[in-house]
């Protein structure tokens, strides 16, 4: 198991949540491209550095892109939360930076720089 799989406890709560299988060819095991698919989400890489193991990358991309257009990672994670007390709590802890120059005047506008970092400090946290 490599450090991003999932566990069986996780797999074990994921797995009834994902769609049944449809008509035509059998699908890929969702579990490998799960795996394959949070690998990417937890690294960052570009999807062609999926490693192997994961089966091919455009069937995992694919499969990312299609249940995100169904709503199926949405369902996933509203059941996730219900699961959670905390769930509804985000820690939001970015910092936006700008260059002088990123105000949109050659002398800059200091204001709308100094503005917006006060807009962005002013959020800590998200509830939904």
């Known amino acids: ?57 455009t069937t995992v991309y694919n499969r990312y892109v299609r249940w995100g257009e169904r709503g199926i990672w949405r369902r996933i994670f509203e059941a996730l939360a219900q699961e959670c007390e905390d769930a509804l709590i985000f820690i939001d802890a970015s910092i936006v930076k700008a260059h002088r120059a990123a105000a949109g005047s050659k002398k800059g ?14 959020v800590r946290f998200t509830r939904l």
Do not use: C
């Open 109 to 122: 506008n200091w204001q709308k720089v100094l503005a917006a970092h006060e807009a962005v400090a002013q």
């Open 1 to 57: 198991m490599a450090r991003f799989d999932l566990s069986d406890e996780e797999w074990a709560i994921i797995a009834p949540l994902l769609p049944k299988q449809g008509r035509g060819p059998r699908r890929k095991g969702d579990r490998q491209v799960l795996n394959g698919i949070f690998y990417i989400l937890r690294t960052g890489a570009p999807w062609r550095d999926l490693p192997d193991r994961y089966g091919p990358r």
